[in-house]
């Protein structure tokens, strides 16, 4: 069957979130950032030293494929109720540190461009750091001008489990409207972005931007425009 779709993740892959830091670095950016919110709002809201040791409590297991969501994580560690009407303000200012950062990687605008030229839909699938709402994300394909250059998104706060869980590559599908048999995944983890759509029948193509897989069996590639040449042949 002829590929149609390309599936591809986004941070790592188009964007690159964290260049040379972690997310524990940024983390308490992040949350001095949505302390202000709560100070703004004249709401009590606890020293960050206090806020880092809560957030540690509700770590979650990178192999528990269940989002848990930002929300909750952000009510746990400034002491609010599950429904409390500022969580959304705090999300969203609690990412923007995260995405101020950012920055596009010079092949991304380029390569998707590319598959739309040789008519190929183009669809994101991706996890989010620290199971933050879908909507900012999609903001933020906006801002990098992604939005604009694929068919869709499909982030794990749209389906409830995160990569490499096969329901969100199932959901992609869905989306994509294609069997697996007419995708194709690239993503820059080989766990997630090989693997998992591996057995959901998507073949992966691994983006190994620092040469860090070599000889380890995966179908990689070196930058982006290197998988456009293969679909150009």
């Known amino acids: 069957?002829?590929?149609?779709?390309?599936?591809?993740?986004?941070?790592?892959?188009?964007?690159?979130?964290?260049?040379?830091?972690?997310?524990?670095?940024?983390?308490?950016?992040?949350?001095?950032?949505?302390?202000?919110?709560?100070?703004?709002?004249?709401?009590?809201?606890?020293?960050?030293?206090?806020?880092?040791?809560?957030?540690?409590?509700?770590?979650?297991?990178?192999?528990?494929?269940?989002?848990?969501?930002?929300?909750?994580?952000?009510a746990r560690t400034f002491g609010l109720g599950d429904e409390d009407e500022v969580l959304?303000?705090?999300?969203?200012?609690?990412m923007v540190p995260l995405f101020r950062q950012a920055r596009r990687f010079e092949d991304a605008l380029p390569f998707l461009d590319s598959l739309r030229q040789m008519g190929y839909e183009a669809i994101i699938v991706s996890n989010t750091t620290w199971g933050?709402?879908?909507?900012?994300?999609?903001?933020q394909l906006s801002r990098t001008g992604i939005g604009a250059r694929v068919s869709g998104s499909v982030?794990?706060?749209?389906?409830?489990?995160?990569?490499?869980?096969?329901?969100?590559?199932?959901?992609?599908?869905g989306v994509a409207k294609a069997r697996p048999e007419e995708c194709l995944f690239v993503g820059d983890n080989p766990i997630w972005d090989v693997e998992g759509p591996g057995k959901a029948g998507i073949p992966g193509v691994l983006l190994d931007r620092r040469i860090e897989f070599a000889g380890q069996g995966h179908d990689r590639i070196i930058n982006l425009m290197e998988l456009v040449r293969r679909l150009q042949d």
């Open 88 to 94: 959304p303000a705090l999300c969203r200012s609690f």
């Open 132 to 139: 933050s709402p879908a909507e900012l994300w999609r903001e």
């Open 1 to 74: 069957m002829t590929l149609r779709v390309v599936l591809v993740d986004l941070g790592g892959t188009l964007v690159d979130f964290f260049g040379h830091t972690t997310p524990g670095k940024v983390l308490p950016l992040a949350l001095a950032s949505a302390r202000r919110v709560l100070i703004e709002k004249g709401r009590d809201a606890p020293p960050l030293a206090v806020l880092e040791s809560r957030w540690g409590w509700s770590a979650q297991s990178p192999d528990d494929p269940v989002v848990r969501p930002l929300e909750g994580r952000l």
């Open 155 to 173: 982030f794990c706060r749209d389906v409830g489990w995160r990569k490499p869980d096969p329901r969100i590559f199932a959901h992609a599908l």
